[in-house]
Structures are given as structure tokens and as C-alpha cells.
């Protein structure tokens, strides 16, 4: 939840600014051609704005992979061994993972906490090349 929130207002914005990003004479158009409000918005602003949208979405769900300091504020330092088996049972992220093996002194916590800074550094770049993916993919010249 304390992660939604913080990257609900990135998300926000980017929509705002794609949909602002379109231009007037393309609703004027579609409004003259006959178009209800709400097919000028499903069919003609909300496909133009879609990249901004995906890759606002996509750069704050990035974000809130790296966040470790809100978890840990909260209270969420529990050094959970088993992996969850449903949505119901106990669990960690890897940032508050990472911290709680970088703090350990033996050898093999060192190797676990680079192979995980390590998956997250790649997810991190996986998620960015999908939003550049997708807002070329998706982009629309007017």
C-alpha cells in the first residue's frame, strides 16, 4: 500500500500531461465529424495518449522497486526464509532483503546481496526498455 501510494502520483501526472499532449484540433475534429464526448475520448484522445500513459506507469513502477526506506519505516525489517506459497502468507521485497543481508558479516551473504542487487538492476533496466518499447510502439505523429 505504502508503495501504490508513492507511485500513484507519478502515474497520475504522466497521464495528465499525455492527455493534455493532445492536441485540441483532434477532439475539435472528431466532435465535428459527429462524435459523442465519450467516443472522442475512448477512441480518439485515449489511443493518442496511451505511450505517455504505459511509460508513466512503467517508469513509477521502476521507481517503486528501488524505494527501501518507506518499507522500513513502517516496520516491514522481518527476515522472511520461506518463498510464499499464496498472496495470504508472509513475505519480503528484494530492496528490504538486500538490506537486511548487506548488514550480515559471512561470506554468503555478500554474494546473495550482488546476485540480488544484481536481479534488481536488471529488472530495472527490463522495465525501462519496455517503456521505451512501448512508447514508440504506440506513438502516433500528428
Sequence with gaps: MTLALMTLPVIV????????????SIRDAA??????PLQVVFHHVLPLALPGILTGTIIGMARALGETAPLLMIGMRAFVVDVPNSFSEAATVLPVQ???WSDEVSRGFVEKT???IMVLLAFLLMMNGVAIYLRNRFEVRW
Design 13 to 24: 501526472i504522466a497521464s495528465r500531461v499525455s492527455i493534455k499532449a493532445v492536441p485540441p
Design 31 to 36: 466532435r465535428g465529424l459527429g462524435a459523442s
Design 98 to 100: 538486500v538490506f537486511l
Design 114 to 116: 550482488s546476485a540480488a
